[in-house]
Structures are given as C-alpha cells and as structure tokens.
C-alpha cells in the first residue's frame, strides 16, 4: 500500500478491535499497528468494510490524508454488490472525477436506501 494515493480496502471489522480480517475462517489480515508503521503520505483511503471508522485513526497517523469508513456494520455482500459495495464504487468513481472526498461521500450515499447511509464519515487530522 506504501506510495499509493488512493487505497481501497474490503476486509471486515468488528467493534472496538484493531484489526480486519479477511472472509470467516481465515486469520488476520491487518493490524492497526501494522498500518501506523507504514507511510502513507497524502493517501485517500476507503475502507468498505464494518467498523472501519475506527480502524481510519491508524491510517491517518501513517500519514493518509482522510480515511473513509463507517462506525457500525456495513451489509456488504459476499458474492455480489451489497450496499457498502455500492457506496464505495460511488465514491471511487466521485474522486476519479476529481470531487473533494467529503463531497464524494455525500454523492456516494444517495446511492444507497437511507437505512445504509447512517454511520458513514470521513476522518483526518484535524478530526482527530
């Protein structure tokens, strides 16, 4: 992930716990300290998966300039477009043509039922 400007992630979270694992049965796949050792500077992160907001402090301090998450579970889909899928492939596609990644989010969200858009928020160093 080093020296990318923009990264996208879909590993699952749970409350209060510092890492994100890859689908059931398979072990972690990446620590809160694993990514603050990283650098990361000026790097837009989305993490699509559930709780990831509280996964976004250790990415801005590897240097991101905003992480992207949500703060409760998020309804993907194991094997089609569930809604975080949705909002992610909109943001993706909002920054791409070059919107602020707040007002990405906020294009991102109209695309999904109101029921998914709650807990959804940007953080960076000035949030925190």
Request: glycine share 10%.
């Amino acid at each position: 992930m080093e020296n990318s400007r923009l990264i996208y992630i879909r590993l699952h979270g749970f409350q209060d716990q510092p890492y994100l694992y890859g689908d059931p049965g398979f072990p972690t796949a990446l620590t809160a300290q694993q990514v603050r050792e990283m650098e990361l500077p000026g790097s837009l992160v989305f993490l699509e998966g559930c709780y990831g907001y509280q996964f976004g402090r250790a990415f801005v301090d590897a240097g991101a300039r905003a992480v992207v998450g949500c703060d409760r579970p998020t309804w993907g889909r194991r094997w089609r477009m569930g809604p975080s899928s949705v909002v992610g492939r909109e943001w993706l596609r909002q920054i791409r043509q070059g919107r602020h990644y707040t007002r990405a989010l906020e294009a991102a969200l109209v695309k999904v039922p109101p029921v998914y858009r709650r807990g959804w928020a940007a953080i960076n160093r000035r949030s925190i």
